[in-house]
Structures are given as structure tokens and as C-alpha cells.
């Protein structure tokens, strides 16, 4: 049996959600808003590095998208939701593009697994795991 996929989960599922808001802030011109949707205690495991970062690294890793959006495809390929933990596999596939000026777009794919967290005041990502595959 195949596991589920965002498309088969309740239109209503709070996971969903959250990924479909995620989902939406990355190619919108306010990606700041995405570190809202993490838990204070996140941790990117980043591609060809040993070390993993917390919510500020990440927040100064991301401040290129100050000068650039994201336009990607997404799928979520595969969504598990188990008490109060859920995991969802993502590939992105597309381009950084230039908010401000002609350059070209930048080739951009990565792959990512969400590990999700259901707190007090609700469904945060935990984990972000991703690499950017070669092929």
C-alpha cells in the first residue's frame, strides 16, 4: 500500500495545512514568515555538512531570498501523520529567480523530509533534512 500523499490526507488535517501554508510562504516575497511555522528548537540538517544548524542559522543562511523567490514545483511525494509526530518527503524543482534586477534564474532542486512536531499551540516543523541531489 502506498502511503499517503498530501492529496489523500483531509482537506481539513492540520498537517496539511501546515505544509500547504509552508509551501506557500517559499514562493512567496516574505519567506521570513517560514521560520514561524518551526519549532523553537528546529534543526536543519544541511546537504554536504556534518553540522547541523538551529532557527537563527538558518534564518542568515536563508537571507539570499531577500534577492531572490523561489519558483518551484512541489510535491510532496509521501505525508505520515502517527500522535503527535508526522513526516513528509518533498522535492523541489525549479529556479531562484532575481526579485530586484535581469540576472537569470538559478537551477535550484533539493529534496527535504519534514519532521513535524505537534505542540501546545499547535503542528510545527521539527527537522528539515535535505540534500541537493546531482542527477
Known sequence: ??????????RDDPVRLLILEALRIIRSDHFSDYFDLFCDDAVWM???SKRDIGLEEA?????FTEKFRFDQKADVEELVVDGGWAFA???????????HDDAPPLRSVSRHI???????N????????WN???D
Do not use: Q
Not at 89 to 99: E, Q, S, V
Open 89 to 99: 518527503r518533498i522535492t523541489f524543482d525549479g529556479y531562484l529567480r532575481p526579485k
Open 122 to 129: 499547535g503542528w510545527k516543523i521539527a527537522r528539515d533534512i
Open 132 to 134: 541537493t541531489p546531482r
Open 59 to 63: 534564518r542568515s543562511f536563508y537571507r
Open 1 to 10: 500500500m502506498a502511503p499517503p500523499a498530501l492529496g489523500t490526507v483531509a
Open 114 to 120: 519534514w519532521i513535524l512536531r505537534r505542540e501546545a
Open 46 to 48: 544541511m546537504p554536504n
